[in-house]
C-alpha cells in the first residue's frame, strides 16, 4: 500500500523538474541520470541515515548503500508514491536491516504503555505534537533529535519526520502499535526537555554527506 504523503516536521520538497525524466532513462541504465538522481536526493537520503543512526561515518557508509540499492531496484519503481517518498521507504528499510545485522534493539520492549492504564483518561500518543512542530527552529529541533536516545529517536524519526503510521512502524521494528506510540510519546517529553536548554546541544553535521562521490 503505498505510503501516505509526508506530513512530518520536517517538509520534503515538491518534485523537482527534470526527475521524472531523469528517473526514465536511470531505468534504461543510463549513468548520467541516475547521476543527476543521485545529486538531487543525496542529501535528504544522508540526513535521513545520520537522524535514524546519529553517527556521520554509518550515515555516510548507509547512503551510498541506499544508492547502490537504487541503482538495482530502480526499475521497480512504479510512480505509485513520490519518488522520494519512495526512496526513503527504501533508505528506512536498509537501515533497519544494518542495525538488525548489528544485533541492536531498535526499541526498548518494556518501554510500553502499562495495560493498567487502559480505564484511566486517554491520551492520543499518536497525535501530531503541535508544540514542537511550531515552538523551535529547524536547526535547533535537528540537534535535539540527534540528542535523544537511539530507541527514541527512531520512533520520532519514523513517525514525526517521515510520516509513517504506528502500524507500520510496528511492522518494521517488530515491535507492538501501543509500544510505538509510548515510545514516540516518550521521545517528545525528552525533546520538550532538551529543548529547555538548546545552548548545551552538540551541532549536527549535514556537511559530511556532501563529501561521497556520485554512485556510478
Known amino acids: 500500500m503505498p505510503t501516505k504523503p509526508n506530513s512530518g516536521l520536517f517538509k520534503r520538497n515538491t518534485p523537482i523538474a527534470g526527475e521524472a525524466e531523469a528517473i ?3 531505468k534504461q541504465g543510463d549513468a548520467e541520470a541516475f547521476s543527476k ?5 543525496k542529501r535528504r537520503v544522508y540526513t535521513l541515515c545520520l537522524r535514524m543512526l546519529g553517527n556521520v561515518s554509518e550515515a555516510e557508509d548507509m547512503t551510498q548503500e541506499a544508492f547502490l540499492h537504487l541503482f538495482r531496484k530502480i526499475g521497480s519503481f512504479r510512480g505509485e508514491s513520490a519518488f522520494s517518498t519512495w526512496l526513503h521507504r527504501l533508505t528506512v528499510n536498509l537501515v ?54 537511539p530507541g527514541y529517536r527512531m520512533v520520532f524519526v519514523l513517525h514525526d519526520v517521515e510520516g509513517f503510521e504506528h502500524n507500520e512502524i510496528a511492522t518494521m521494528l517488530e515491535c507492538s502499535t501501543g509500544n510505538s506510540k509510548s515510545q514516540l510519546h516518550k521521545a517528545r517529553l525528552k525533546l520538550r526537555e532538551l529543548l529547555h536548554a538548546p545552548e548545551q546541544l552538540a551541532p549536527v553535521d549535514h556537511a559530511a554527506g556532501d563529501k561521497k562521490e556520485a554512485v556510478q
Do not use: W
Open 24 to 26: 526514465e532513462l536511470a
Open 37 to 41: 538522481l543521485y545529486a538531487l536526493h
Open 96 to 149: 533497519l536491516m544494518h542495525l538488525r545485522k548489528k544485533g541492536l534493539q531498535l526499541v526498548s520492549l518494556e518501554e510500553t504503555i502499562n495495560p493498567g492504564e487502559e480505564d484511566a483518561p486517554r491520551r492520543d500518543f499518536g497525535a501530531r505534537d503541535m508544540q514542537l512542530a511550531g515552538s523551535v527552529d529547524r536547526v535547533t529541533l535537528e540537534r535535539a533529535v540527534a540528542a535523544l536516545p
